[in-house]
T-cell receptor, first 110, second 115 residues
Framework: QKEVEQNSGPLSVPEGAIASLNCTYS??????FFWYRQYSGKSPELIMF????GDKEDGRFTAQLNKASQYVSLLIRDSQPSDSATYLC??????????FGQGTELSVKP | DAMVIQNPRYQVTQFGKPVTLSCSQT?????MYWYQQKSSQAPKLLFH???????NEADTPDNFQSRRPNTSFCFLDIRSPGLGDAAMYLC??????????????FGSGTRLTVV
């Protein structure tokens, strides 16, 4: 079992819709959770982090964490073509390492 | 602006010819990391330095070495690159290890091609 799992996609949504990206993790002791956006050929860019159960909102982005289910998600409201990228879920595990999922490719169609 | 800088952006090397990738940071972060990312795969941690303390991942091949001569610079040495080492190499920093609230700051990456 991978430490951090994501659906690879591609996930295709129309412009203006809500994109929902999901991630599960195996280390129950993990404390911090991150979403990175990565454009093709570029390095990852931090979008949000969350460490408490519940929702955290920042502009059009909402991160959701459920530690009991070992599940974290990212919602993107009013999706724009510029949001088209690969979204990487990363988990800071008990070993003190940031472990990445393989990413979900998002495509927002005009 | 404070940042993490990787050089070069693109590196072409011959099979078996040693190559060095460099990373510098102006953030004064204590921890520096090297990740390898192959196409459509997750970034994979190779090793990290907490200050001068070197920490190697168990599955990092011996072909990969690293040096951190000072706080600002960190180098990745590939002693004998093989075709399977072609990847994007990402340098990242963090203020402290075990930071709950801080993600890593990444450099722009070096795309390595082995011919």
């Amino acid at each position: 079992q991978k430490e951090v799992e994501q659906n690879s996609g591609p996930l295709s949504v129309p412009e203006g819709a809500i994109a929902s990206l999901n991630c599960t993790y195996s280390d129950r002791g993990s404390q911090s959770f991150f979403w990175y956006r990565q454009y093709s050929g570029k390095s990852p860019e931090l979008i949000m982090f969350i460490y408490s159960n519940g929702d955290k909102e920042d502009g059009r982005f909402t991160a959701q964490l459920n530690k009991a289910s070992q599940y974290v998600s990212l919602l993107i409201r009013d999706s724009q073509p510029s949001d088209s990228a690969t979204y990487l879920c990363a988990v800071y595990n008990q070993g003190g390492k940031l472990i990445f999922g393989q990413g979900t490719e998002l495509s927002v169609k005009p | 602006d404070a940042m993490v800088i990787q050089n070069p952006r693109y590196q072409v090397t011959q099979f078996g010819k040693p190559v060095t990738l460099s990373c510098s940071q102006t953030l004064n972060h204590n921890v520096m990391y090297w990740y390898q990312q192959k196409s459509s795969q997750a970034p994979k941690l190779l090793f990290h330095y907490y200050d001068k303390d070197f920490n190697n991942e168990a599955d990092t091949p011996d072909n990969f070495q690293s040096r951190r001569p000072n706080t600002s610079f960190c180098f990745l040495d590939i002693r004998s690159p093989g075709l399977g080492d072609a990847a994007m190499y990402l340098c990242a920093t963090s203020r402290e290890a075990g930071s709950l609230n801080y993600g890593y700051t990444f450099g722009s990456g070096t795309r390595l091609t082995v011919v």
